[in-house]
């Protein structure tokens, strides 16, 4: 079984600043993906980032970063220079490229200005 | 470009009642499932298909039913609707095969926010 743990159920941070949220996994696989999901207060799922398990190299868009942990099986996303835009609820999910992505429960990120 | 589209975006039910969710994708997507969105849960998955004619169970299927006539359409029908079924729903889609082949991302429409009474 593959299991998601967002052990951060609220973060909060200040406007230009930066912010990690954590993520931790389990899976029995070698192969995967990882992604964090973006939900405004619009409901839309927006994919912020994604990571291929079998690639050492972190991925990185724009301001956003991921630290990948394989062996620790940790997947933590950072937010620099914080925007208001960016205040939602960031889902971290695990896919083993089958049928089934599983999902953490979610940190809701508040931006304060 | 639609994307994936799902309609109602707002339903109340009473118990006992029967609905349908409608999604529509306009990408070609092999893939296509439903999932559903509850507070501290994240999403958990309903039902999915791989296409046209296939359909299996995800981690929650109780009290829902799929079919997958074509591979634009994947319905979820709500046979006796239950206040436990209040939730979001979501369809989602992913490309399996082609050009660029399967990345595993899933592309989301806006939910569908049902509340049984």
């Known amino acids: 079984a593959q299991t998601v743990t967002q052990s951060q159920p609220e973060m909060s941070v200040q406007e230009a600043e930066t912010v990690t949220l954590s993520c931790t996994y389990d899976?029995?696989?070698?192969?995967?993906?990882l992604f964090w999901y973006k939900q405004p207060p619009s409901r839309q799922m927006i994919l912020v980032i994604r990571?291929?398990?079998?690639?050492?190299q972190n991925a990185t868009e724009n301001r956003f970063s991921v630290n990948f942990q394989k062996a620790a099986k940790s997947f933590s996303l950072k937010i620099s220079d914080s925007q208001l835009g960016d205040a939602a609820m960031y889902f971290c999910?695990?896919?083993?490229?089958?049928?089934?992505?599983?999902f953490g429960a979610g940190t809701r990120l508040t931006v304060k200005p | 470009n639609a994307g994936v589209t799902q309609t109602p975006k707002f339903q109340v039910l009473k118990t006992g009642q029967s609905m349908t969710l409608q999604c529509a994708q306009d990408m070609n997507h092999e893939y296509m499932s439903w999932y559903r969105q509850d507070p501290g849960m994240g999403l958990r998955l309903i039902h999915y298909?791989?296409?046209?004619?296939?359909?299996d169970q995800g981690e929650v299927p109780n009290g829902y039913n799929v079919s997958r006539s074509t591979t634009e359409d994947f319905p979820l029908r709500l046979l006796s609707a239950a206040p436990s079924q209040t939730s979001v729903y979501f369809c989602a889609s992913r490309r399996t095969s082609g050009m660029g082949g399967d990345t595993g991302e899933l592309f989301f429409g806006e939910g569908s926010r049902l509340t049984v009474l």
């Open positions: 990571q291929e398990a079998y690639k050492q």
């Open positions: 298909s791989v296409g046209a004619g296939i359909t």
């Open positions: 899976t029995s696989e070698s192969d995967y993906y």
């Open positions: 999910a695990l896919s083993r490229g089958n049928n089934d992505m599983r």
